[in-house]
Nanobody, 116 residues
Framework: VQLQASGGGLVQAGDSLRLSCAAS????????MGWFRQAPGKAREFVAT????????YYADSVKGRFTISRDNAKNTVYLHMNNLKLMDTAVYLC??????????WGKGTQVTVSS
């Protein structure tokens, strides 16, 4: 397994959760890392990305101000800190590794369910 996401679960609206994605060195070193999500019956959508150095991050408008992406290159791990979770955040969250134009490696994802 090259990318393994974890940390999902069932939470209530307004709660916080931290997702982790552990990667093999080959699928982490030098790559931009990203989080995406896919809700039932919907297309996969972009959530956030972070550059190799960690200096550049991008967020979907829907999560801006609530989610924070970070990475620990010494641990080959990328994180997604999610605050003030909403019902609309319910989805399978997947991590990916790639470049500015293409995500080459994908993990299997972790389920996040937000209840009211």
């Amino acid at each position: 397994v090259q990318l393994q996401a974890s940390g999902g679960g069932l939470v209530q609206a307004g709660d916080s959760l931290r997702l982790s994605c552990a990667a093999s060195e080959r699928t982490f070193n030098g790559y931009k890392m990203g989080w995406f999500r896919q809700a039932p019956g919907k297309a996969r959508e972009f959530v956030a990305t972070i550059s190799w150095s960690g200096s550049t991050t991008y967020y979907a408008d829907s999560v801006k101000g609530r989610f924070t992406i970070s990475r620990d290159n010494a641990k080959n791990t990328v994180y997604l800190h999610m605050n003030n979770l909403k019902l609309m955040d319910t989805a399978v969250y997947l991590c990916a590794a790639g470049t500015d134009t293409t995500m080459y490696y994908w993990g299997k994802g972790t389920q996040v369910t937000v209840s009211s």
